[in-house]
């Protein structure tokens, strides 16, 4: 399947999933609810890395780019509107990430979607904590758990690959102007941003490695915790994270 194709697809599944909940506002904010706390743990969980250091920069962008609460309509409605262009304007190891970018954010939506719905069936009377894993073991789907963070980390090797492209970085810089006429600025951002945080990673190769080696790490054993864990004390543990009482 082409690639632009791809992209259309996955940009499909988030519209169907946001008018699903446009009829549903109790499941909407159910979604944003998950969102949040989702977006907090990850702050929680690479507060180290983001006080400072060579990490600093990259968890911020993960936070910011994959982890984030924030609505990605405008760069989903960007890549649904020019998906062929993204074939023609850029080289095809950017083109990969665009569609790994995509899908990542589709898979997302799909399970934020399915976390919702166990939210609310949940007593909202336990922490929000004890909730998201109340919600968490009831929405299940290990597989694609796992399958989101292999992209996820498989984004930030591409990443990492694109700093080592010859005259990438200043391809992109001439590309702005062009990017920005087709429609594609919210992923030229994107890319510019990725490209320099990799770049400026201390280490280079070796310092990437280091950094999405922490990030599957720390996120396997959350998966792990999650599934596996005493239902109490991985909602303690989870708690703690997000800095709330258990």
Not at 16 to 43: I, W
Not at 154 to 166: C, V, Y
């Amino acid at each position: 399947m082409e690639a632009a194709q791809k992209i259309r697809n996955a940009v499909a599944r988030v519209s169907l999933l946001r008018h699903a909940g446009d009829r549903e506002p109790a499941l909407s904010e159910a979604v944003v609810q998950v969102k949040r706390l989702q977006a907090k743990r990850f702050s929680g969980t690479y507060a180290d890395l983001m006080r400072g250091g060579p990490y600093a920069a990259a968890a911020r962008f993960f936070l910011d780019e994959l982890y984030s609460d924030k609505d990605y309509a405008q760069r989903n409605a960007q890549f649904a509107r020019i998906a062929g262009a993204i074939e023609r304007f850029f080289p095809a190891q950017v083109v990969q990430t665009a569609v790994a970018l995509a899908e990542l954010h589709a898979m997302t939506e799909e399970l934020d979607h399915a976390m919702g719905m166990a939210w609310l069936a949940v007593d909202p009377a336990q922490s929000p904590a004890g909730r998201y894993v109340a919600a968490w073991r009831a929405t299940g789907r290990r597989a694609e758990r796992e399958g989101q963070l292999k992209v996820v980390l498989e984004i930030g090797e591409q990443m990492a690959r694109l700093t080592r492209t010859p005259g990438l970085r200043m391809m992109l810089r001439m590309m702005r102007g062009p990017a920005s006429a087709a429609g594609l600025g919210s992923l030229q951002r994107f890319l510019e941003t990725g490209f320099d945080t990799f770049a400026a990673m201390a280490g280079g190769r070796q310092g990437a490695a280091q950094f999405l080696g922490t990030i599957s790490a720390r996120e396997s054993a959350l998966l792990q915790s999650l599934f596996d864990a005493d239902l109490v004390a991985c909602g303690t543990e989870l708690a703690g994270t997000l800095g709330q009482a258990p």
